[in-house]
């Protein structure tokens, strides 16, 4: 399947696919089957828009703004309901690995 193509493309230019594990020339993309031409696509593909970093400062910024250092109330209630009671051996509480 040979189309037209452009006076730009004509010249030699190489890319190296690592999904279809070889080096093809540019101007093959024209003739290459739709399967291997989406994963040749899928590969060189980026993302050209200001919102995303935008979108990553403000997440982050949320995260940072809302951190809290130290062990947090949250963290503490949970540490809590971990303790197991010990029945049987009258040694009270073991507590993360040791015994109280």
Same mark, same amino acid.
């Given at each position: 399947? +040979? $189309?037209?193509?452009? =006076?730009?493309?004509?010249?030699?230019?190489?890319? @190296? +696919?690592?999904?279809?594990? @070889?080096?093809?020339?540019?101007?093959?993309?024209?003739?290459?089957?739709?399967?291997?031409?989406?994963?040749?696509?899928?590969? !060189? *593909?980026?993302?050209?828009?200001?919102?995303? =970093?935008?979108?990553? !400062?403000?997440?982050?910024?949320?995260?940072?703004?809302?951190?809290? =250092?130290?062990? !947090?109330?949250?963290?503490?209630?949970?540490?809590?309901? $971990?303790?197991? =009671?010990? $029945?049987?051996?009258? $040694?009270?509480?073991?507590?993360?690995?040791?015994? *109280?």
């Amino acid at each position: 399947m +040979s $189309r037209d193509i452009p =006076p730009q493309e004509q010249n030699r230019k190489w890319f @190296r +696919s690592h999904l279809l594990n @070889r080096e093809l020339e540019l101007q093959e993309l024209y003739d290459l089957p739709q399967g291997e031409l989406d994963l040749v696509m899928a590969e !060189t *593909a980026e993302i050209h828009s200001p919102q995303i =970093p935008q979108h990553f !400062t403000r997440e982050m910024d949320l995260l940072w703004n809302s951190a809290e =250092p130290g062990i !947090t109330a949250h963290i503490q209630r949970n540490l809590e309901h $971990r303790k197991i =009671p010990m $029945r049987g051996w009258g $040694r009270g509480v073991l507590e993360m690995g040791k015994v *109280a």
